[in-house]
């Protein structure tokens, strides 16, 4: 008999590997990106038949930009390419997306084609991709502190009024839960500076598998593997 699955409601993803996986086969870094991307929306549709809610993807952080100006480049035309069409996706799927990080340091083209995208997609709900581009955990708090007491010397908050709550409500998508499951993918066992605050009860699945060959049997294994997890909250467990 088949085991039923414990669902997570909120997987977030960092895309590790693009790199190597091209490399591997004799072939610039950008094919990597190139053949990344395409994941991306067989991962989202798999989520959302298998009835993850959330799904968050890293897909440039705040220290992408230390790469070769071809590589940020070649990475920006993909983002330019996926939002163009990634509404074809979303509709038939009733998939809303949602962009995370700095997007003011983005050109402004990438900025006004996120703005459409967010705006078309925003009564969908069956699931919510968000993109985390030019993000970083820190910066998200960075923001988020200079944000809050900003409302403090406004005279809007007192200092006393900071608690956990109003730091999350602070972070840049408030509303969305905190991911139950973080996959990493290609080896490397490390968090990189992705949803800091967010993660604090997240279950880690590393996976030796590159980004571009992890598709929806991946994401099962990864749904799998997390079924037999016995979450905690740092609670004592009732039994
Ligand atoms: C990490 O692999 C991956 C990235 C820095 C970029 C992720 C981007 C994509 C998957 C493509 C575009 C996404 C969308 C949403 C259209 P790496 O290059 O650091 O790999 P390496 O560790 O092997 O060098």
Same mark, same amino acid.
């Given at each position: 008999m088949q085991e039923e699955l414990k669902i997570p409601r909120h997987v977030a993803i960092i895309m590790d590997g693009n790199g190597r996986w091209a490399k591997a086969q004799g072939k610039p870094r950008t094919f990597g990106h190139t053949e990344g991307a395409k994941r991306v929306a067989d991962v989202t549709r798999a989520a959302g038949e298998i009835g993850i809610e959330y799904v968050t993807l890293y897909a440039f952080s705040t220290e992408n930009w230390s790469r070769t100006a071809e590589e940020v480049g070649a990475l920006m035309k993909l983002f330019r390419s996926y939002l163009k069409t990634c509404t074809k996706d979303a509709d038939e799927n009733n998939m809303r997306i949602r962009v995370i990080g700095e997007r003011s340091a983005l050109d402004p083209d990438i900025q006004e084609a996120i703005r459409e995208v967010e705006e078309h997609t925003a009564s969908y709900d069956r699931v919510t991709l968000t993109l985390a581009i030019n993000y970083g955990g820190r910066d998200e708090l960075r923001r988020a502190v200079r944000n809050i007491a900003k409302e403090v010397s406004d005279g809007k908050l007192t200092p006393d009024d900071i608690d956990q709550d109003l730091i999350s409500a602070h972070? %840049?998508?408030? %509303?969305i839960p905190d991911p139950d499951l973080l996959i990493r993918t290609c080896g490397e066992q490390r968090i990189s500076n992705f949803l800091l605050w967010e993660i604090a009860y997240s279950e880690l699945y590393f996976t030796d598998v590159a980004w571009p060959d992890f598709g929806p049997e991946e994401l099962k294994k990864a749904v799998e593997a997390y079924t037999h997890r016995d979450r905690r909250f740092g609670g004592v467990k009732n039994s």
């Open positions: 972070l %840049d998508a408030p %509303d």
